[in-house]
């Protein structure tokens, strides 16, 4: 049996949040693959993803995802992004 895997939650009266550790990629893959079958069989959802860049700014990216086409799109750029936060 693997070691448990670390996962922060938080809630608010908007909001449910995951923060994954950025090293889990198999965690992350999990999470992306459920997302794109919800995204396949219930809903469109709407992404706002945050990173800091290497120059010390916060970035933005705001993505409206219908297809699970997209989530693997969306799952190529956040592994680059991943790639290039752990390089630090």
Do not use: C
């Amino acid at each position: 049996m693997e070691e448990p895997r670390e996962v922060a939650v938080s809630m608010n009266d908007r909001f449910f949040t995951l923060d994954l550790p950025i090293e889990d990629e198999k965690l992350i893959a999990s999470v992306f693959l459920g997302l794109a079958r919800y995204v396949n069989g219930v809903s469109p959802i709407k992404i706002k993803q945050t990173y800091v860049t290497f120059s010390g700014t916060q970035e933005v990216i705001a993505k409206l995802i219908s297809k699970p086409e997209h989530i693997a799109e969306w799952g190529k750029e956040t592994k680059g992004l991943i790639s290039g936060l752990r390089k630090r």
